[in-house]
Each structure stands twice: as C-alpha cells, then as structure tokens.
C-alpha cells in the first residue's frame, strides 16, 4: 500500500449510487481489455446531477485538461457511497480517471468488495462529515499508515476510521494476490 | 449450538462450521455462480488472467450463464459482449447457457434462474448483478458480486464473506386487492431509507408473506439491494418446493433451513399489511416515499411494466385486470421479464382477451424478453428514456440517469399503480380504477 496520497478533492454527497458513477450505456466496454478500460476514465461520473458535481458550489466539470484522467485524485463523498448496482465497472472508472481513494461516511458493501478485492481505489471511511468541510479542489494529503488526512489548503486535519480487516487484503493489492500469501491459491 | 438466523445456518453451513456468528469473516462454498452479459466479460477476463488461458471452470454443472442486459440492439460492443459469452461456454463446455437467437433465450437473469430449476432452498447463490438477491425467496443465501469476485469463484468455487447481522420484517394481515408485494418492499425501504439495511441479512416473516404468491415473494427479495440488504430470504413452504420441485435441475438434492427459535435478529418491525396504502417511490431515489394519494395527479409521460421486479407473470396479470377494455393516455411499455412470461401473455386470458391482446388494445406496445429500459442501456434500447420525460415503473431503481437521460424522472410503483396512472396520463389511485 502507498504510504502517503496526495491531490486534488473532488467532493460529492450522499447515496452517489453506481448508475451516477458509470452510467449503464458504458457498461459495454471490457474492462479486461486495456485499451476499453481506460474509456471508463473519460466517462467517469458523467451521471452525477450537475449540481451535485463538485461541491460546495456544484457544476465542477471532472474532466477538463485531459479527455481520460480526472483534474483531481481523492474523491470525497457523503454516506452511502456506491449504493445500488454491483458493476465493478464503478470503481474501475473511478481508478481509470486517476482517482488514488475515496474517503466517505460508509460505503454500500458490494462497492466496497470491488474496491478493496479488484484493488482498484481504497475506500476510507471517515466519522466526521468530510464532505461538508472540505471544497472541490483543495489539496489534501493522506498518511495512509496514521489514517490522518491533512487538508494542505486550509491547514484543517482529520483522523479516519482504520480499515480495519480488509487491510491485509488492500496491502496485497487485491484478493487473488491476498489468496495466493495466504496459500489459498498457488503462486 | 448457538440459535441462529437462516443466513447465519447456510453461510455455516457453507463453512463447513458448526456455527457462525455475525461479523465472523468466513470463506464460503458456492452452489450455483451466475453471470450474464455485462459482467460476464469482465468476469471471464479477470478468471483467464489469473488461472490462465487453459484453466477449467472449478465445477462446469454450476455455473449459469445467461445473457439478459443489451440484447436487442444494433450496438455492436454489446454483440461482441455476447460473443465473449458464447465462447467461453464452448471452451469450457458449460451445460447452462441461454443463447440469445436460440429457443434457449429466456431473458432477466433472476427470473431464468428459478424458471430453469437453478434455485433451491439452502444454497449458495452467487450473480454479478446485485438484484441477485431476487432468489432469497427460495430460502437460500443469495448475493450481488462483482468480476473480481466472479472470476475468483470461477477458479475456486470459494468466495469470503462477512457474516450478516439479520434484520426481520414480519406483516400480518390479509393484502387488500389494490396492494402489491412492491407496495410492501417500497413500504419498508421508505421506512429504512437506501441504506436502513447496508451489510444486513433482511428476513421476510409472517402469514403476510406466505399468503404471497412465489412470484411476489421474488419482488420483496429483488428489493433489498435498494435498501442496502446484503440477502434477503423468506423461509420455504409448500408454495416454495412445490415451485422448486417442479423445476429442479436434475433433481439436485436440497436442505431446507429454517431460522431457529430464539436466534437474534439485529431489528424487528411488524407490519400490518391491511391497513397499507399504495405507495411510490418519487425521482431519484427507491427510498423517497410517497404514498399514492399524496401525489395523485402528478403529470407522467410515459409508464413502463417490466423487468426483474415487475415483469413477472403476476405483475402482467395485475396489469391487465386494470388496463382491460381501457386506452392508455401516455405512451405504455410492456417487457415480459423471460421468454416463458411472454409466451404466457399470449396463453393466459381474463374473459376470453388474452394479456397480449388486452394490452395491445389498450395502446400498449409490448417488447422482447430482457432488462430493456430498467438500466438504460444503449440508446436504441426499448422504452429507453432518451429525453428528460417524467415515467412510472414498475422497475426497482429511480437513481439519476438510471433509465437513461439524468434529467428524467423516474418514479417507482406497484404495476396496479402504474397502469391505473397510464390510464389517466398523470400518478394515479388503483383504488379508483379497481371497483
């Protein structure tokens, strides 16, 4: 696992279900193949309500200098986050537009499981209301091992919930790896 | 032994353990893994990735593929997605395949499941697709997951899970005849929110849900996910082994379990469902409730009936008992969920109109077996909401952009509430139409 992430937070609310993360007309792409999964990247979020795109002022395009990778790499969300259908595809975009981890209230489980068994982002899950406190754009740093999130902008700082059990599974990058350390699977 | 829930018996079960607690993190064995178009791709790369282009499914009787999402379109990736399908299946030379352009076609993945005798009490039941969880109704565990997770299984058979707390809804009650098993499970998320349940196991209970029909009883199990459920399950009867048993492939031998007296359910609510009224979900979200009357008279654009959760045999049926010898005021359509349910709207009748004529009649256009519109899909897709149009569903997800366009809205109801409200072109009372 990186011991420390740093960028740009790109903040959402609550409930931000799959259907916003990638929309379903995009689903046709196979993510197995490399050269379709970065066309997740270019339509990463596209379903997420104006408004609600970047907050607190919302209408923050996520894509602006590059036509695949996001302008930010931390996303911020309310609760509930990646609620709805189990498309794996959702954290997929998420990883193919550059995004390093989501920090968020809680998570809907099966986003959660595609997160940390695909090792695509990490989910953090914080007790504090982060998506109320921190602004689209903001620099943030993260001590993964500390689990201390530091807003660079405004000098703000957040302690953030352990991950707990899943760690050895993030630490070895996703489940088949974590399966092979363990013996389940062979080298 | 400790008492324990249902889910908490067959996931211990499934560990070869006496028993399980909540929280416990335990490797399970799988009975049945499903996947279909969309994931199914994804899921057989991450498998050939990882045990190599010449590995062998771990058990080929227990995997289930079945082509549902983006089937009859033009789209050309969609096709090539199907092709990934058919060839996997002849490598590996998988006996349940239900091949698009074959009279093997069934259609949405949940219903082809139990119609083709893939679902038994007690089981493990593993889909890339989080409505999954429509199976819980047969008594067994069954779950959302994602290719990651697929591919794993594909190789091992096995897959981890954390134990689920089990929460229990008990109605009691006669359902009056304006009422749905959706007025129920829209009830309860309503009641919960989109979260009310995330991580949870939620048992169905009571002389209120075993009065329901099987096809009723999948409604209130496809419907957890929208709370957040990790399963839903209602503990089989004769209802359900009459079904199972009918169907059964190749009669695989089962274990009913039941939940023991005295296991610890995390919440409990009681409904009693006679007194309940018709309820919708408004845009954009399966938990923002409404009962009917309070927003009678909203106007639509359109309404569709169809998908895993409402486009079943009993939901047509509801349908048609309403919209019979009446015309549509907005454009209506009509999606069998398999190809059985579409042939039985050609064979059943109510005196003497078939459903497909009474729908026909009444303005209705019908489509072809699949999941259509209730995810969007391609743009050429049947019912696809490709303007920002306002539309009653009886499907289970009004998230934005979720039937296409991010801009429409979507509100969600029972198929009594959303013909009677076709008839009138805006949100309208079945207990105004069923006299």
Known sequence: MQTTITGKAYVLGDNV???QIIPAQYLTYNPSLPEEYKMFGKYALSSVPPAQSGLPKGHVPFHTKDEFLSDYQIIIGGKNFGC??????????????????????FYARIFFRNSVNGGYVIPFETPDRLCEQICTGDELNLDVAAGLLTNVTTGEKWKLKPLGEVTPIIDAGGIFSYAKKVGMLKQ | MPAMTMTEKILARHADKASVEPGDNIWVDTDILMTHDVCGPGTIGVFKHHFGNGAKVWDREKVVIIP?????????????NVDTLRQFVKEQNLPYYYDVGTDKYKGVCHIALPEEGHTRPGEVLFGTDSHTCTAGAFGEFATGIGNTDAGFVLGTGKLWLKVPPTMRFVFHGDLPPYLMAKDLILA??????????????????GDGVFAL????????????????????VIAPDQVTLDYV????????????????????????????????????????????????SEVK????DRAYIGSCTGGKMTDFRAAARILNGHSVKIDTFIVPATSEIAKGLKLESINGQTLEQIFLAAGAKIGEPSCAACLGGPSDTFGRLNTPISCISTTN???????????????????????????????????????
């Open chain 1, 17 to 19: 279900d799959t259907d």
């Open chain 1, 84 to 105: 709805g259908s189990s498309r794996e595809h959702a954290p997929i975009a998420l990883d193919a537009a550059g995004i390093k981890c989501v920090v968020a209230e």
């Open chain 2, 68 to 80: 549902d999402h983006y089937i009859f379109t033009e789209d050309k990736m969609a096709n090539r």
């Open chain 2, 188 to 205: 309860v998320i309503g009641d919960i929110g989109c979260d009310g349940a995330t991580y949870k196991a939620m048992e169905f209970d």
């Open chain 2, 213 to 232: 029909n099987i096809e009723e009883r999948m409604t209130l199990c496809n419907m957890v996910i929208e709370a957040g459920g990790k399963n839903g």
């Open chain 2, 245 to 292: 048993n009918a169907r059964n492939k190749s009669k695989k031998p089962y274990q009913v379990v039941n939940s023991d007296a005295g296991a610890k359910f995390c919440f409990e609510k009681v409904y009693d469902v006679s007194k309940l009224e018709p309820v919708i979900a408004k845009p954009h979200s399966p938990d923002n409730k409404a009962t009917v």
């Open chain 2, 297 to 300: 008279g909203t106007k639509l």
């Open chain 2, 397 to 435: 997800r009004n998230f934005p952009g979720r039937m296409g366009h991010k801009e429409a809205k979507v509100f969600l109801a029972s198929p009594l509430t959303v013909a009677a409200s076709a008839l009138a072109g805006t949100i309208a009372d079945p207990r105004d139409c069923l006299q």
